[in-house]
């Protein structure tokens, strides 16, 4: 069981990155990477939101959903769970941590809309993850979307000193930068 929850773990950080190979949410991956303290928080954030949208999907999903035959229902019972999720952590940074609420900006709510956290709730489900193993799915997820967008930040950061061709300033540079990480991080693959 643990040895399961393992490979369950490394998979889903690594091998099968959510935004590296699965190319979900990307909006926040390529928004807040401009700097490292904040794509941390993002990604502090994110780890929350989806951990916690594993649990309460999954609850919801087993226990609601599939016990009065309302598994149609559960993209938009879904949905409406990781709103309220990601309206508890805009509340709690806008009052426990204003600097980095403010750093978010416009970025935070966008977690709401964030494919990546409906994928992971979803993918749960078709998989038929038990509560644990979809905790720990979200929870290596999160993690994998926060070691991606920190390091993409560090990336960033160090571009700024560098004399970049004029045509791959901005935006085109990132994008070869994140193709390359897709790449590296496929070698990651020979690790199960």
Same mark, same amino acid.
């Given at each position: ?38 794509? +941390?928080?993002? !990604? @502090?954030?994110?780890? #929350? ?10 609850? =919801?999903?087993? *226990? ?66 038990? +509560?644990?193993? !979809? @905790?720990?799915?979200? #929870? ?10 920190? =390091?993409?930040? *560090? ?38």
């Amino acid at each position: 069981m643990i040895r399961n929850l393992i490979v369950l773990s490394l998979g889903s950080a690594l091998i099968n990155n959510v935004v590296l190979s699965q190319f979900l949410g990307l909006c926040p991956f390529l928004g807040v990477s401009k700097k490292v303290k904040t794509a +941390l928080g993002m !990604g @502090t954030a994110v780890i #929350f939101v989806i951990t916690l949208a594993s649990i309460v999907t999954g609850i =919801i999903y087993k *226990g609601l959903l599939v016990t009065f035959d309302l598994t149609y229902l559960k993209t938009i019972v879904f949905i409406l769970v990781i709103a309220a999720l990601v309206q508890f952590v805009e509340m709690f940074l806008k009052r426990f941590i204003p600097s980095l609420y403010s750093a978010l900006g416009v970025y935070l709510p966008l977690i709401t809309t964030n494919c990546a956290v409906l994928g992971i709730a979803i993918t749960n489900v078709q998989k038929d993850y038990s +509560l644990l193993e !979809g @905790t720990v799915n979200g #929870f290596a997820t999160s993690v994998g979307f926060t070691i991606a967008i920190v =390091i993409l930040a *560090g990336i960033r950061e160090k571009m700024q000193y560098n004399d970049i061709p004029k045509a791959f300033r901005g935006m085109p540079i990132v994008l070869v930068s994140a193709g390359l990480m897709a790449i590296a991080f496929c070698g990651f693959a020979g690790l199960l």
